[in-house]
């Protein structure tokens, strides 16, 4: 029987929080506004850039939203290429989780909200792209909450959803996972708090990273 365990990047996977954060600080200069605090950011972390610049700023126009969005990407890379990245370390655990789901025969796969080139980056960085069989970015999606890229990270893997569990760190997971018909797996060392989790749809919330293993036993 076919098991998918669909996985979250950012806040779930990686540590990323703080790149994200200097890249939508610098993306808010750009446009002469006053950045929005760090706490409000993280919460935005996992939507697709648009619908992220309009959750922090509801009351601008589309364009703006847009053009900021397309900053971002600019700032992000300015980040990378210029050496000021921070690293985006693992969170403590994860490697193993990944290592003993798939020897345990576990189909898994990534729906995040970044770009494929900024997936790849990571998942190459951390020696981890061939242990997923499913990649599914914003690039060829609309965002999270929409199930979109869950639906087809099923699809591509011939997997049910009664046999697929996303796991994620916010509530945009967990109501992608509601909506897709899922098993929605809360993580709590991410950017969403467990009460977030809860109200978005979390099942279950895995406090540690070895709580993975006995919720996915």
Same mark, same amino acid.
């Not at 929005?36 to 993280?42: E, L, S």
């Given at each position: 029987?076919?098991?998918?365990?669909?996985? =979250?990047?950012?806040?779930?996977?990686?540590?990323? *929080?703080?790149?994200?954060?200097?890249?939508?600080? !610098?993306?808010?200069?750009? +446009?002469?506004? $006053?950045? $929005?605090?760090?706490?409000?950011?993280?919460?935005?972390?996992?939507?697709?850039?648009?619908?992220?610049? &309009?959750?922090?700023? $509801?009351?601008?126009?589309?364009?703006?939203?847009? &053009?900021?969005? !397309?900053?971002?990407?600019?700032?992000?890379? %300015?980040? &990378?290429?210029?050496?000021?990245?921070?690293?985006?370390?693992?969170? %403590?655990?994860? +490697?193993?989780?990944?290592?003993?789901?798939?020897?345990?025969? @576990?189909?898994?796969?990534? #729906?995040?909200?970044?770009? =494929?080139?900024?997936?790849?980056?990571?998942?190459?960085?951390?020696?981890?792209?061939?242990?997923?069989?499913?990649?599914?970015?914003?690039?060829?999606?609309?965002?999270?909450?929409? $199930? #979109?890229?869950?639906?087809?990270?099923?699809?591509?893997?011939?997997?049910?959803?009664?046999?697929?569990?996303?796991?994620?760190?916010?509530?945009?997971?967990?109501?992608? +996972?509601?909506?897709?018909?899922?098993? +929605?797996?809360?993580?709590? @060392?991410?950017?969403?708090?467990?009460? =977030?989790?809860?109200?978005?749809?979390? *099942?279950?919330? #895995?406090?540690?990273?070895? /709580?993975?293993? %006995?919720?996915? /036993?």
């Amino acid at each position: 029987m076919t098991k998918l365990a669909v996985f =979250d990047c950012d806040g779930t996977l990686v540590d990323s *929080q703080a790149n994200i954060c200097q890249a939508m600080e !610098a993306t808010f200069r750009i +446009a002469d506004l $006053p950045a $929005p605090p760090r706490a409000a950011i993280r919460r935005i972390v996992g939507l697709s850039l648009v619908e992220a610049v &309009r959750a922090l700023l $509801p009351d601008a126009d589309d364009a703006l939203h847009r &053009r900021m969005a !397309a900053d971002y990407k600019e700032a992000f890379f %300015e980040l &990378r290429t210029s050496g000021a990245m921070t690293e985006e370390p693992l969170f %403590e655990g994860i +490697a193993a989780v990944i290592e003993t789901l798939a020897a345990r025969g @576990w189909q898994l796969g990534v #729906a995040t909200g970044k770009s =494929d080139r900024g997936l790849a980056r990571v998942l190459d960085h951390h020696g981890l792209t061939d242990r997923f069989v499913t990649l599914q970015t914003a690039d060829r999606h609309p965002s999270k909450p929409d $199930p #979109a890229m869950l639906l087809a990270a099923m699809a591509e893997v011939d997997a049910t959803p009664e046999q697929t569990a996303m796991i994620g760190d916010t509530s945009f997971d967990m109501a992608m +996972a509601k909506a897709a018909g899922a098993r +929605a797996v809360g993580v709590a @060392w991410g950017y969403h708090d467990v009460h =977030d989790l809860v109200r978005g749809g979390a *099942q279950v919330v #895995a406090t540690r990273t070895a /709580a993975l293993l %006995e919720i996915l /036993a």
